[in-house]
């Protein structure tokens, strides 16, 4: 248990791998040695089929251990739990909750009280942040696999979202509590990219989005990163004349059929348009004016042990 | 209802057809899809970040370009995508898209969330009360950030364009449907039965009560009710509620109405859903999910699309031959150690293939009756209509 709880918030456009670097970055902490909470807030369940296990409760559990001694707990918001439970801890409810629930109210504020959502969701993850157990934070840090970048600036805005509604009342008391938290040195909000034009011209709009509203930007983390297979001299070669002729030949000691060579320069001519085109997102992001990490693509797809492997190149990125 | 996987439903015409260079039996046939008379509304599903916009768009102006009046209705797209299809005009209403060629035509429209709900209070509310209802702040939220408003607005926005294309002797054939980039690809079907639920349920009855009659109809709850949401809100919520809803309280009905309608269009066997996908082992879960919801829903599946699919140019040498066999070059001259390297490009990509296919394989193991089409990536994103053509032959398979 620490001084203070880090909060990091993981954003990032659909497809980009967001889940899997948010449960990467909960694992690089808990190899620290850090007990550490990932959530997530979207009912997806993604944290659950990432690790493999049944659909988490709305209950913080134990999922993973860190090299280092540290644990992962994961937790799944649901709004509607959420919502009774913060009812039950600041108006000891417990019969009237059920009425509140009878009579749709609880889907009435969960649903379509605007922004009411968006503070139950922001408001757990705040909760237990700020928990204590003899006088000491219960966790380490809390990492949040965070709606998709579109809507990250707004989500975390929870004030603003309220601030046409509730001009008093604990649901803006909380509001701004959660917002004293966002904008204090103790939260981070990191961007999930890949290296393609959408993904990229979307996370340096959001960088922009968030910082106007006054959020702190941690890192843009570059995700599914291709190696460079084909060496400076190599890609000069693929270039010259003859040059499916000479792959042939050479080709003759490995046993396999020298009339693959023609294919095989044209996958090696596609390989290197493919990393150009990378390179030239990558330069978009380096002059962004934000730390960039990158974090490499991983031929066998996404388990367990390639979660660790990530969490490895975060700590040695200095992300955590 | 649990998903038990059914057959598709049966089409006025037949959607398959094998020509001599068509695809094959299992492969789902999308021109022959889009020249259906009996294909009215194609709806793009799939989880975020599958390409579910670009392969609307493509599919629209394959249409259009074979001689269909086609109007796409897009949510979210890329702005180079936007403006090439002349979406630069946000006034929620079709344009048509310049460049188009052949028989067809193409009208193209970027939903507004806010304009459509605006809209349909202007259309069923009295001058007055849509005046207030417009300038109340819990409508306002509600229809600028309700996370189902899009979905709801998508869905509305589809009854409207259906409905105008049947007013005109000319006007739209096929109408072709992005839906939103939600947390799950099902809330555009839950969202209308949500809200409308919501709207016409029993709390806002509740805040009806004292508008109109005596509150102790609903007994002691009633009070704790009220206070209860004091607490939590604000008096000024509460106020703006029930302003909200009395002035609101005529157009329920037609919400719930309409939100029948829509889904009742989404059963139709005129309307064809196509699922789209990456080759991911997430967004074929997702996929698989999807089909499922939608045959218990008995909505018109008609394929499934997975877009960015990896291809190698040699299909005959694996990952792992490939691999041994760079190893057997390492340490020659400039042209072995390119050989070599060109080897480890292979089987990098053969690597890949045989990932993605052995998620597709599982795919169809368990949806067996579910044709599908395969999207190779493109080097790109697509910003012109040249690159939607390029995506529309590959979605046809005649690339």
Same mark, same amino acid.
């Given at each position: ?31 620290? #040695? ?8 979207? #009912? /997806? ?15 913080? /559990? /134990? ?38 629930? /009878? ?11 605007? #922004? ?125 004349? #003859? ?78 | 209802?649990? %998903? ?59 249409? @259009? ?122 809330? *555009?079907?839950?969202?209308?039965? +949500? ?7 029993? *709390?806002? +009855? ?6 109109? %009659? ?20 604000? @008096? ?7 302003? *909200? ?6 157009? *329920? %009905? ?56 990896? +291809? ?19 340490? %020659? ?16 990509? @053969? ?49």
């Amino acid at each position: 248990m620490g001084a203070t709880t880090q909060l990091h918030v993981v954003t990032g456009k659909g497809g980009t791998g967001k889940t899997t670097v948010a449960a990467a970055l909960a694992i690089a902490l808990a190899d620290q #040695g850090q007990r550490v909470l990932l959530c997530e807030v979207e #009912g /997806r369940q993604g944290i659950a089929q990432l690790f493999d296990v049944p659909p988490l409760p709305y209950e913080e /559990r /134990r999922i993973a251990s860190g090299l280092g001694g540290g644990q992962v707990h994961a937790l799944a918001i649901d709004p509607e739990a959420a919502l009774l439970e913060y009812l039950d801890m600041y108006y000891h409810l417990g019969r009237a909750g059920k009425l509140l629930d /009878r009579f749709g109210v609880v889907d009435f504020a969960t649903t379509i009280a605007p #922004g009411v959502r968006d503070v139950l969701l922001t408001g757990k993850a705040y909760e237990a942040a700020r928990r204590k157990e003899d006088g000491r934070f219960v966790y380490d840090a809390v990492v949040m696999d965070a709606p998709p970048t579109g809507r990250i600036t707004r989500f975390l805005n929870v004030n603003a979202e309220v601030a046409g509604l509730a001009k008093v009342g604990p649901v803006r008391k909380q509001a701004d509590a959660i917002m004293d938290m966002l904008h204090s040195d103790t939260s981070r909000v990191h961007l999930v990219t890949v290296l393609e034009e959408m993904p990229v011209q979307e996370t340096l709009d959001g960088v922009t989005e968030l910082r106007l509203a006054g959020l702190p930007v941690g890192h843009v983390l570059v995700n599914l990163v291709r190696p460079a297979l084909l060496s400076e001299a190599s890609q000069q070669l693929l270039g010259t004349d #003859g040059v499916e002729q000479a792959v042939a030949d050479a080709l003759e000691p490995s046993g396999v059929d020298a009339g693959h060579a023609p294919a095989l320069v044209e996958e090696g001519h596609a390989h290197v348009a493919r990393q150009h085109l990378q390179d030239a997102q990558h330069v978009l992001l380096d002059d962004a004016d934000v730390p960039v990490h990158d974090l490499p693509w991983l031929s066998e797809g996404v388990d367990l042990g390639a979660l660790f492997e990530l969490a490895q190149t975060l700590r040695d990125g200095k992300v955590v | 209802m649990p %998903g038990r996987p059914r057959t598709t439903p049966t089409r006025t015409t037949t959607p398959h057809y094998r020509g001599a260079t068509g695809p094959s039996a299992d492969a789902l046939d999308v021109d022959a899809l889009l020249a259906d008379p009996g294909t009215q509304i194609v709806v793009c599903c799939g989880s975020g970040g599958v390409g579910k916009t670009t392969t609307s768009a493509a599919l629209a102006l394959r249409a @259009a370009e074979q001689g269909r009046r086609v109007c796409v209705l897009t949510i979210d797209p890329a702005r180079r995508l936007a403006q090439s299809m002349g979406l630069t005009e946000l006034d929620n209403v079709p344009r048509p898209v310049a460049g188009v060629e052949g028989p067809g035509r193409l009208d193209a429209m970027m939903l507004d969330m806010k304009r459509t709900f605006d809209e349909v209070v202007e259309a069923h509310a009295s001058a007055d009360k849509a005046r207030q209802i417009l300038a109340n702040p819990f409508y306002q939220a509600l229809s600028s950030s309700f996370a189902g408003t899009q979905e709801y607005m998508a869905m509305e926005k589809l009854g409207q364009l259906h409905g105008e294309a049947a007013e005109h002797e000319d006007g739209w054939d096929l109408i072709v449907v992005d839906t939103p980039p939600s947390r799950s690809a099902l809330d *555009f079907l839950d969202a209308p039965e +949500r809200l409308s639920s919501l709207l016409d349920g029993r *709390f806002i +009855r509740l805040m009806l009560a004292p508008a109109k %009659g005596p509150a102790r109809l609903f007994g002691a709850g009633f009070g704790v009710i009220t206070s209860m949401m004091n607490k939590l809100l604000g @008096a000024q919520v509460l106020t703006d509620v029930q302003t *909200f809803v009395a002035a609101f309280d005529t157009l *329920f %009905g037609g919400f719930r109405q309409r939100s029948e309608q829509t889904y009742a269009l989404l059963q139709d066997p005129r309307t064809a859903f196509l699922v789209v996908a990456a080759p991911e082992a997430s967004a074929m879960r997702e996929a698989s999910y999807f089909v499922e919801r939608l045959a218990a829903e008995r909505m018109p599946l008609a394929g499934l699309v997975v877009n960015r699919v990896s +291809r190698t140019a040699v299909d005959d040498l694996g990952a792992d031959e490939a691999a041994a066999a760079s190893r057997r070059l390492a340490g %020659g001259d400039a042209t072995s150690t390119l050989a070599a390297e060109l080897l480890c490009v292979h089987a990098e990509r @053969a690597q890949v293939r045989e990932r993605e296919e052995r998620l597709v394989r599982r795919f169809r193991a368990s949806h067996p009756t579910v044709p599908s089409a395969r999207v190779a990536a493109l080097a790109t994103d697509v910003h012109d209509l040249d690159g939607l053509r390029i995506v529309g032959d590959l979605l046809a398979g005649r690339a």
